[in-house]
């Protein structure tokens, strides 16, 4: 899910080839799962019916006469997607991060991203607390348990937003 | 949101030598909610709390409450302001050693002129409803951190203040007793209308507020309101 919107996102910045957004994409989120090329095309082929992307033909033969373009709609959908917090759970950070970097890969603002990601994960714990006032011991612990993985990730997302500027700077070498 | 403003500090600065503690820092505090402050150490979180309570000026900027402008007053009217509307909390040290725990809780009422019994009266119920009767006539020394801070909001809380500022009033204590004190601080300054003001990086107590507002670089991004 989030690769079609991390592909998305790449586009941004002007048209590509497929291998091109392959590397782009290996480059930036691709620590420990880089992308097939199949999962390229297949991503691009459904981005396309959606009319999230265009493609631009070029002249020639074989596969990499074709260059991805995003669409209006597709700036729209990703705009929505990096404004919109996600719902706290686990495993979180590779969604959030590939936020940040497409925010700041496209001049976007990601402390902004970072805040409103906070603010969902304070609304939350700020409910847990409360049914936890609520509660018997049982409600207690299990909430108690909720709140200490949320404050985790809290905590990550403040280390995050301060180490922005070192991001940025190695994202645009 | 202006029409139950009861806060306000607008666009405010204060420097330090070469640091600006406080760089255009705007926030507005709504009757009866609770206001978490919350960012990194050294972003200005206290000093906009001092702003907020009058105990330190800006440079620039304006605080307003209640339709008064606290940086247009004297120092004598800031001072009976913050004794008749405002109560604090701290981290530690704001409880007078000599005093037993009543007479602390009692003091603030004291120095607004109730007579004896009845601050002692109505201390004594306040240390029973922060669960710390126990304490009353011992010395802050020989009471516990969560019960000397839970002594703390009774005195912050005695004299029923529109506004209570508190600075990381937990942070001295282990989790289980700063949940404590946040409980019972909490439920106490809801249940007399209180406004609180509450400076923390810790995001378990930030979610006893209805809302934050994170301060970075001397300014403050506010949250959405919660409902
Ligand atoms: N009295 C002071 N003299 C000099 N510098 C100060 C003083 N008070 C605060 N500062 C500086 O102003 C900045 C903001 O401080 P503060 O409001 O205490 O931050 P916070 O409460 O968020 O940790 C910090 O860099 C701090 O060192
Ligand atoms: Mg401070």
Redesign the interface.
């Known amino acids: 899910m989030s690769v079609s919107f991390a592909l998305l996102g790449l586009l941004e910045n002007g048209p590509r080839h497929g291998y091109d957004l392959k590397r782009s994409y290996d480059d930036a989120f691709g620590r420990d799962r880089s992308l097939h090329y199949g999962q390229v095309y297949s991503t691009m082929a459904r981005l396309l019916k959606n009319g999230l992307v265009e493609v631009e033909l070029e002249p020639g033969d074989g596969p990499d006469r074709k260059r991805y373009a995003i669409t209006d709609a597709g700036i729209t959908d990703i705009e929505a997607w990096i404004g919109r917090p996600e719902k706290p759970e686990p495993y979180l950070q590779s969604t959030l991060y590939t936020k940040v970097v497409l925010a700041l890969m496209t001049g976007r603002d990601a402390s902004e991203v970072l805040d409103t990601q906070r603010a969902e994960h304070l609304r939350l714990m700020r409910e847990m607390t409360h049914r936890k006032a609520q509660g018997d011991l049982a409600d207690e612990l299990i909430c108690d348990h909720v709140l200490f993985h949320l404050e985790a990730d809290l905590r990550w997302l403040e280390l995050t937003t301060d180490r922005l500027d070192r991001l940025a700077a190695q994202i645009r070498r | 949101m202006t029409e139950q403003t009861l806060l306000t500090a607008e666009n405010l600065h204060l420097t330090f030598g070469e640091t600006k503690a406080l760089d255009g820092a705007s926030l507005h505090v709504r009757a009866g909610e609770v206001v978490a402050l919350m960012g990194?150490s050294g972003s200005g979180k206290s000093t906009l709390l001092h702003c907020l309570a009058g105990i330190m000026a800006p440079e620039s900027g304006r605080v307003v409450y209640d339709g008064r402008d606290l940086t247009a007053m004297s120092d004598t009217e800031r001072s009976t302001l913050r004794r008749g509307e405002f109560g604090f909390v701290f981290q530690f040290g704001q409880l007078v050693p000599e005093l037993t725990c009543r007479e602390n809780v009692a003091l603030p009422l004291r120095l607004s002129g109730v007579g004896r019994r009845e601050a002692h009266r109505t201390a004594t119920s306040w240390l029973e409803r922060l669960d710390v009767a126990d304490v009353a006539d011992k010395r802050p020394g020989q009471a516990s951190g969560g019960q000397g801070q839970r002594v703390a909001v009774a005195r912050a809380l005695v004299t029923q203040p529109r506004v209570v500022f508190a600075d990381e009033p937990t942070g001295a204590l282990d989790s289980l007793n700063g949940e404590l004190v946040m409980?019972m601080f909490i439920a106490a300054a809801r249940e007399t209308g209180a406004a609180v003001v509450l400076v923390t990086h810790e995001?378990?107590v930030?979610?006893?507020?209805n809302r934050?507002a994170?301060v970075?670089d001397g300014r403050v991004?506010e949250?959405?309101f919660?409902r």
């Open positions: 990194p409980k995001p378990r930030a979610a006893y507020s934050e994170v970075r991004r949250q959405e919660a």
